[in-house]
């Protein structure tokens, strides 16, 4: 009896030989940047790591008068739940496979984790057949160069000209900068208007009711609204029906049932915008780093402005179309890493626009189904698009001997790679 009792409570053996002795795989190159692992678990093998896992569960394990780990292993295993040990020991095994792989194939830098990955089912494993694992890792990708025709392709010249329409538009845009407000008596295009704004549903009920600012910028790009509250004096009501679509955020309402609403003009003032002269500008802008004293010195300075400007438009402009046409020879194909990481960024986006999370996600469950199909679509294939052009954009810049980290990116690169360019095409 004693000699049966030691035994009941012996440990499971786990050989001293290394987990590699115990492992027996393969791989293929997926379609997608990716590597495909087959892995086969023998009836040895899956002995082999599921007593590590037995082992490390019999530690932590303790009943009443036993202490931790000193449980005799024959009455441990009536406790023990054949899933607490597959749950840890297929993504132990899986685990240490990538990294014996990482480590005997240093061509692939392998990113990310491990997906598409399906536990088998441990009913059906009854520790004599053999159990086929499979999933996939993905690993930086690199451009493929189908021919050198890119190296030859044609440049967009760059015009920074700075108009004179362009210069009185921001000698205008500064001025209203110092613009004061007066009252008005009827409300016009140069008006700023203040309403009071009730929403109906349909049944006529009243939904909400608050104040809202027509501005000046919101004349232009809402005409149709503005074209209804023009024209009228404080007091005034403008009845329409609810359509978001021609209406400024601040006047739209997130409710389904919104029909109509109804605006009483509270407040209008116009922008009494000051004229620019010498003393005026020597009165704003005379005094601190930059001292600018008169009205032909702050259009100079603002003409350099537009030019920088103008210049890093032209150059984005010039950079993206070459990019483009590069990937007519240049190819590249992007992880699922990396598009999920976009992704989900670009998503941060798009909820800080909505004015947060929970915004976003209400719009997102107001979509139909196929309307949320569509918009997810859209995102992922921005997503691939820039990461196309991103990673070819650095391979490009490799060419030509300019430094590109792709984690820390380099702002000067573009300008960089726009000379090199230029300077190839002038050879």
């Known amino acids: 009896m004693a000699q049966s009792s030691k035994k009941s409570s012996r440990k499971p053996h786990i050989s001293s030989s290394s987990p590699r002795d115990y492992m027996t795989y393969s791989f293929d190159q997926g379609g997608q940047s990716n590597i495909v692992i087959r892995a086969v678990l023998t009836s040895e093998h899956f002995t082999y ?40 020991m297929f993504p132990e095994y899986v685990e240490m496979v990538v990294r014996d792989f990482a480590a005997n194939n240093p061509d692939y830098s392998l990113i990310g984790e491990v997906y598409d990955f399906v536990f088998p089912d441990m009913s059906q494993i009854d520790g004599k057949k053999d159990i086929s694992l499979e999933w996939k890792v993905d690993y930086v990708p690199s451009v493929q160069e189908s021919s050198q025709v890119w190296k030859g392709l044609p440049l967009m010249s760059i015009d920074d000209t700075v108009s004179d329409e362009k210069l009185v538009e921001a000698m205008q845009s500064v001025a209203r900068q110092f613009a004061e407000y007066s009252p008005a008596q009827e409300t016009a295009n140069d008006t700023v208007i203040r309403c009071s704004v009730r929403f109906f549903g349909a049944d006529g009920s009243e939904l909400k009711t608050k104040f809202a600012y027509f501005g000046l910028d919101d004349h232009e790009k809402y005409p149709d609204f503005s074209a209804k509250l023009c024209g009228h004096s404080v007091w005034d009501r403008v009845e329409c029906e609810y359509i978001s679509d021609i209406l400024p955020p601040s006047f739209c309402y997130q409710d389904g049932n919104v029909a109509r609403l109804e605006c009483t003009i509270t407040d209008i003032q116009r922008m009494v915008v000051p004229v620019l002269t010498d003393e005026f500008v020597a009165q704003q802008f005379g005094n601190g780093d930059v001292q600018i004293t008169s009205v032909a010195q702050l259009e100079s300075r603002l003409r350099e402005t537009l030019k920088e400007n103008l210049l890093k438009e032209w150059l984005e402009k010039a950079i993206d179309a070459f990019i483009v046409s590069c990937m007519d020879y240049l ?54 698009t820039w990461l196309q052009k991103y990673f070819i954009f650095c391979h490009v810049c490799k060419e030509f001997g300019i430094p590109h980290d792709l984690r820390k990116g380099d702002p000067d690169a573009g300008k960089k790679l726009y000379d090199a360019l230029r300077a190839r095409a002038n050879q």
Do not use: C
């Open 49 to 88: 790591w599921s007593n590590r896992i037995i082992a490390r569960l019999h530690q932590d394990f303790q009943l009443p008068w036993y202490r931790k780990g000193k449980v005799p292993m024959s009455m441990f295993r009536m406790y023990l739940n054949p899933t607490d040990v597959s749950s840890r």
């Open 331 to 384: 190819h590249i194909t992007i992880p699922k890493t990396y598009i999920d990481h976009d992704v989900v960024e670009r998503k941060k986006q798009f909820a800080a626009q909505f004015g947060g999370q929970k915004r976003f996600d209400s719009y997102l469950a107001s979509m139909q189904p196929q309307e949320k199909e569509q918009f997810e679509q859209s995102i992922r294939s921005a997503s691939i």
